[in-house]
């Protein structure tokens, strides 16, 4: 179960909606394994997604990775932030399209509220778009007393997430 993984292990969310965003969350996984701190240990299929927040834009492609990471919280954090501008990530607007969006999302041991780092995320509890993708990967997930997959139907998040069949 995720709630018992070890100190370096965290969940990050992957998301694109410009360019060919099945290339990008590929592309973005590789990058990362390419760093010896960092080892993809799982990750979800790939999901079409409504958008969130600012929903006037495309559909989201949205995947779920559990990494292990050697270094300290906010290591890891500038390294996904680096990933995200290498495949051409410019913040321009809140919520807004985007070539790439790493998150980190959750570390059952570690939690931080900096204005660099927000862990465990907090919105993550409220996206479908994360939930979905991390119940196929941890399906006995549960956060603060409840499980996932009775967030998901409060949530009524499967109406807006449609599992893909693009391999990355």
């Known amino acids: 179960m995720l709630n018992s993984l070890k100190r370096n292990s965290y969940i990050i969310s992957l998301g694109s909606n410009m360019g060919n965003s099945a290339e990008i969350?590929?592309?973005?996984?590789?990058?990362?394994?390419?760093?010896?701190?960092?080892?993809?240990?799982?990750?979800?299929?790939?999901?079409?997604?409504?958008?969130?927040?600012?929903?006037?834009?495309?559909?989201?492609?949205?995947?779920?990775?559990?990494?292990?990471?050697?270094?300290?919280?906010?290591?890891?954090?500038?390294?996904?932030?680096?990933?995200?501008?290498?495949?051409?990530?410019?913040r321009i607007r809140h919520w807004g399209p985007r070539t790439l969006d790493l998150d980190m999302i959750y570390n059952s041991e570690i939690e931080s509220n900096t204005d660099f780092l927000k862990l465990p995320h907090p919105f993550f509890w409220e996206r479908p778009f994360v939930l979905i993708p991390l119940e196929e990967i941890y399906p006995d997930f549960v956060f603060n007393g409840e499980g996932i997959h009775q967030r998901i139907l409060e949530l009524d998040g499967y109406k807006d997430v449609e599992k893909t069949d693009i391999a990355w």
């Open 25 to 90: 969350l590929s592309g973005s996984v590789r990058t990362l394994n390419q760093d010896e701190r960092l080892r993809v240990l799982k990750k979800s299929s790939l999901y079409k997604t409504k958008p969130w927040g600012l929903t006037e834009q495309a559909v989201f492609l949205n995947a779920v990775i559990e990494v292990s990471w050697t270094g300290e919280p906010e290591e890891l954090m500038e390294f996904l932030l680096q990933v995200e501008k290498s495949f051409g990530r410019i």
